[in-house]
Each structure stands twice: as structure tokens, then as C-alpha cells.
């Protein structure tokens, strides 16, 4: 999957950098300082989910890019109009633009059926000129639920929230909205088994040594490699510590039951919904890891953590 940002601010920059980490060719387009510090280090985010950098691609030339399957909108809405020329190169015949904008987009009666069906909204788009550089058949609706903010040139500061609610103007579930959704979503590989920690999509070729895995973050463990996908089932993972504790000491005998407890009630869970177990998950965890007898009960909680973490499980 290829995605074009244009605008690559704190929204598009964080977006990129999230896609990139889940595998896809991302290529942002921005200017200046902003542009230069990405060029060199990368998108550096600062998370309270986990600080991590996207060494994507970026220019400030969209004809050096290229078509993409997706266009990320970036800008402010009052400079769409304006933005054919940079947004020229990048369509091929099936790109999905995809416009960050809160509120009523210029596409809104396209295929909303009534007796309101392809009106153009003067309010959003006068002149028309928004849908001629933005053709509708082209637009995905988005919602942003995420607070970002540029710390500093080539610095996310994420401050909450990931939620991006993308659909079609018609309201069928595409193909092109699930790929995105799924892109957005991203799987992992446990390494080192059960006790051990996630690595994620775009970390794949870190060396299987003690030193590569430990300087990537999980650790090699015994060696094993377990391949989840984006649902990341993490109550097997909870189910095999609950049944292998011996229960000789208690943080261990309770905790492993308190964390499948925690895990059932927020499987459907995301966001604020999920915060209170996923804080009760990690008071629980904090207590294995340190009053537990043997490594079962201190590694216990490692991948759960390892998911929340790394992975994004429960945004
Ligand atoms: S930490 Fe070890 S000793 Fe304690 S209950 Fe778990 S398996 Fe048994």
C-alpha cells in the first residue's frame, strides 16, 4: 500500500508514522525546518503509549513520489482548493483521497441519496473549485479523534486519542476503506513465547540475536516466534498463565486470574472504555513482576504489556 500525506503537520506527520510502523510506503509532503528534521531523523512521536520514530519518506515535491493508492489530506480545508498542483501527481485511477477534516466536507450529498443526492454545499465549496482539484467518486470521509501537536520540527507530541473513523460517502463498507482500516491496525510477531514481547510489522527485520532483539526492545527469550494478526488474541496468552501458575504464591495465584478477568471485560473495548482495566492490568502486572517467587509469575504480564504498549491494543 502506497500513501501520499500532503500536509504532513502534527495530524498527517502522526498518521504517516503510524501507517509506516504497520508497513505501508509512506511518503510525506511537507516544508522547511518541518521537512528537513523528518528528512534527517525521521517522525519522532512522543506518546504516552510509547515514543517511537518512522524513518518514511519525505519531499516537498509531489511529482517526486509519484501515484499512491491513498492521499492523506493533511492541509487546512481552506486551502484545498487551491491544492491541485500539488495534489496533480498523485492519483491513479482508483486513489482514495482521504480529507482530515472534522466537520461537513465539500463531498457531503455525494451518493447520500434524497432529494439533496450530488448538491454541491455552497458553504464549503462555493466556487466549485474544491470538487474539480477533489472529485467526490475520489473522497473518504474522516473523523479525527487523535490530539497531536508539533513539538518541535520533526516532533509528534501525541497527547491522546487514536481513533480515526474513516467511511465511504455512501455508506457501504468498501474495499478501499477496509484496506485502509486494516493498514491502520496493525498485527505482530510475540517473540521469545508467551513470556515474551511484541515486535511490530515494520520492525520485522531486526536481527533473531540476543543483541539485535534487546536493542529493538522485546527480548529472544527461547527462541520462539508466535505470529498474531490485528485482534491480537492476548486471552490465550492470559488463559496459559492462569492454568500454568502452581499457585504457591499469591501475587501470582490472584494476579494471573485478576489480568484474564481484566482482558474478557475490555476484549471489545477501545479508548477511554478500556482505560480503567487497562490501568487495573498494569497495577496487577506491577505486582507480579515484583512479589512473585519464580519467572513465571515476573513474566506474566510481559506480553500484555508488550501488546498495550508497542502494539496500540484497546486504542
Ligand atoms: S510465581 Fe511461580 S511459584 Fe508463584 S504461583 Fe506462580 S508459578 Fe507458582
Redesign the pocket.
Given at each position: 500500500m502506497k500513501v501520499a500525506v500532503l500536509g504532513a503537520g502534527a495530524i498527517g506527520a502522526y498518521v504517516g508514522a503510524a501507517l509506516h510502523r504497520a508497513g505501508a510506503d509512506v511518503h510525506l509532503i511537507a516544508r522547511g525546518p518541518h521537512l528537513a528534521a523528518m528528512r534527517r531523523y525521521g517522525v519522532r512521536v512522543r506518546s504516552p503509549r510509547g515514543d517511537f520514530t518512522a524513518h518514511t519518506r519525505a519531499t516537498d515535491d509531489p511529482a517526486e513520489v509519484g501515484p499512491v493508492d491513498y492521499v492523506f489530506l493533511g492541509l487546512k480545508a481552506n486551502s484545498y482548493a487551491a491544492c491541485g498542483p500539488l495534489i496533480e501527481p498523485l492519483p491513479h485511477d482508483t486513489t482514495a483521497v482521504v480529507a482530515a477534516q472534522n466537520g461537513i466536507p465539500w463531498w457531503y450529498f455525494h451518493r447520500h441519496g434524497g432529494p439533496y443526492d450530488g448538491r454541491r454545499l455552497q458553504s464549503v465549496d462555493p466556487s466549485g473549485a474544491v470538487s474539480a482539484v477533489l472529485a467526490p467518486e475520489r473522497a473518504v470521509g474522516c473523523v479525527v479523534y487523535a490530539a497531536t501537536e508539533l513539538e518541535q520540527p520533526g516532533v509528534v507530541r501525541h497527547l491522546e486519542g487514536t481513533r480515526f473513523s474513516i467511511g465511504e460517502p455512501g455508506r457501504d463498507v468498501s474495499a478501499r476503506c477496509l484496506a485502509l482500516s486494516e493498514a491502520m491496525r496493525s498485527g505482530g510477531l510475540l517473540l521469545g513465547g508467551a513470556a515474551g514481547g511484541f515486535v511490530r510489522p515494520d520492525e520485522l527485520d531486526i536481527p533473531l540475536t540476543f543483541e539485535g532483539t534487546r536493542q529493538a526492545g522485546p527480548t529472544l527469550g527461547s527462541g520462539v516466534v508466535m505470529a498474531f494478526d490485528d485482534t491480537v488474541p492476548l486471552l490465550r496468552v492470559a488463559e496459559f498463565f492462569r492454568d500454568e501458575?502452581?499457585?504457591?504464591?499469591v501475587p501470582?495465584?490472584v494476579g494471573t486470574v485478576r489480568q484474564e478477568e481484566a482482558l474478557r471485560r475490555i476484549v471489545e473495548h477501545t479508548g477511554a472504555a478500556a482505560a480503567d482495566d487497562i490501568t487495573l492490568l498494569r497495577e496487577v502486572g506491577r505486582a507480579m513482576r515484583d512479589a512473585?517467587?519464580?519467572g513465571?509469575?515476573q513474566t506474566a504480564w510481559n506480553a500484555v504489556e508488550s501488546a498495550i504498549d508497542r502494539l496500540g491494543a484497546y486504542e
Open positions: 501458575s502452581c499457585g504457591q504464591c501470582c495465584r512473585s517467587i519464580c513465571l509469575g
